[in-house]
């Protein structure tokens, strides 16, 4: 048994540092595409709500097409269809071809994906807040973007913030689906530690645990989080 544990420390032999590696790997991808599927999200939710129809049809079909599809095919997809796409547009423009980096990559991808449900999740959150604090402000003398800006998406974090925080931890786990397009996260890190050794229970348990304790203390900040900003709030 300790023997087997010794597989899991930093020093040769064991792999300690390639789970290490990994977990960085991942929440590195997971960061920055949470952080583009927020940006993506805010902008397609006030889009859908105060864009005109033309604008309003587009996202509508890009957030039912990405929610309807399975991430993995859309990681497939938005991989290589994109990869390629964008090296015959350098091609034709006469630009040589690019080798787009894994961690750029990945980000783009699942920032792609997670856009879709960050729209929805903030369009919901605007939705919630009363139309009167919005009125208000415009009889005040706010501009329509002031008052977007000033008063509808502070008002909105309280009501998002559950649903953000779920799409948080949906994409740090979605990191390990990029494994078969060959990025390096934490999936393929227990992958190639779990080979090389053979003791695939114990790696493969690992790092269902490194999971956990990213989930659990996630959970934490974003409970102080919301606590914040919902102090003062009237509650049921």
């Avoid at 979605?174 to 080979?195: N, R």
């Amino acid at each position: 048994m300790f023997e087997s544990l010794q597989l899991l420390w930093i020093e040769p032999p064991g792999r300690g540092l390639t789970l290490l590696s990994g977990l960085f790997s991942t929440l590195q991808i997971a960061f920055g595409a949470y952080a583009l599927g927020l940006t993506i999200g805010l902008l397609g939710a006030l889009g859908k709500l105060h864009g005109p129809a033309p604008l309003r049809w587009m996202l509508t079909t890009y957030t039912t097409l990405i929610r309807a599809v399975p991430e993995l095919v859309l990681i497939l997809l938005l991989y290589y269809a994109g990869t390629s796409a964008l090296n015959n547009l350098l091609e034709s423009l006469g630009f040589n071809p690019i080798d787009i980096s894994g961690l750029v990559a990945g980000i783009v991808v699942l920032g792609f994906v997670q856009g879709a449900y960050s729209t929805e999740v903030m369009r919901a959150a605007m939705l919630a807040v009363p139309r009167g604090q919005t009125e208000a402000a415009l009889a005040y003398g706010m501009s329509r973007t002031q008052s977007i800006y000033r008063i509808l998406i502070p008002a909105m974090i309280p009501f998002a913030l559950p649903g953000l925080a779920n799409l948080w931890l949906i994409v740090t786990k979605d990191t390990a689906l990029l494994a078969v397009v060959g990025f390096f996260e934490l999936a393929s890190a227990t992958k190639t530690a779990a080979g090389s050794t053979r003791n695939y229970l114990l790696f493969y348990s690992a790092a269902a645990v490194i999971y956990l304790c990213v989930t659990l203390m996630s959970n934490v900040v974003f409970g102080w989080v919301e606590k914040r900003y919902r102090r003062g709030q009237a509650t049921a």
